[in-house]
């Protein structure tokens, strides 16, 4: 166990496990944004970090099928910052928040060394989608194609350049889709920290294995940062599921099922 589960798991709440914590009909979710930890600022802009800063916290939500509504931020900015910079940063807070209808209400701001961003998003459901309730014989399947964030963050370790609509910037997110099958899903989460390592979490809270139908290169496997859904559901629904993945224009790959069988992870952590 890496030690950031270790840390989590000495907390016992039973909201705690998902993407979000969904309480009375709403899911709570936050995720940090930090400097030198998850960007630099000579990758991207101002602009750019605000916009991933609420994407990547939107794609919770999106990923237990709730419809986010409101957002408190916690920004945390050098001194040196201008104010053209925090234009930049409004702006992309604001723009992400209008085209998915969520509402900034408020939050805090501190000086800090670095721009360091935290973002809670407070989402709305009826028919939450957790990780849990996967069987043995389940399909496992991803959205859209993943590997390219790696591959992306390693051009930039390097000195190179993206494209502003590289995946590392520009996500996108697959709410139509998860709205669309959701009645056929048993369970789903996002793809953020590479696809084998987020299907350990399937296999902890499942206590199951999987049978994959093809070797996945881990270059491709253990690419974080995809914000792709991750999604299980049973072998009579693959043709529903498969018909609402074209219906929202959704690549959809199932790689696997789920099996009685330990799982490994064979990806290094992302944390700690």
Known sequence: MNLENYFISQFQDLHIGDDGAFIDSFVYSKDAFFENIHYKKSWISHYQIARKSMLVNISDAIAMNAVPKY??????????????????????????????????????????????????????????????????????????????????????????????????????????????????????????????SDLDKFASVNKIGFHFYQKIPKRIACSGEEYEMLVAFSKRDRLKVLRRAKQSRTKLKIFAEAKRKKYTNRCKSHHF
């Not at 998915?100 to 805090?108: E, L, R, S, T």
């Not at 721009?115 to 989608?129: A, C, Q, R, Y």
């Not at 399947?141 to 390693?154: H, M, P, R, V, W």
């Not at 930039?156 to 709205?179: A, E, M, Y």
């Open 71 to 196: 957002a408190l931020l916690a920004v945390a900015m050098p001194k040196s910052i201008t104010k053209a910079q925090m234009r930049e940063l409004v702006s992309g807070f604001e723009d992400v928040a209008k085209e998915y209808g969520v509402a900034i209400i408020g939050g805090d701001t501190i000086s800090n060394t670095k721009l360091d961003i935290t973002v809670t998003i407070i989402s709305e459901t009826k028919k939450p989608l957790f990780r849990s309730g996967i069987k043995k014989g389940d399909l496992l399947a991803y959205t859209g194609e993943i590997g390219k964030a790696k591959k992306e963050l390693q051009k930039l370790l390097n000195l190179g350049k993206i494209h502003k609509q590289s995946k590392f910037v520009d996500i996108k997110l697959r709410q139509k889709f998860v709205t669309l099958t959701r009645r056929h899903l048993i369970a789903g989460m996002d793809i953020s920290d590479g696809l084998f």
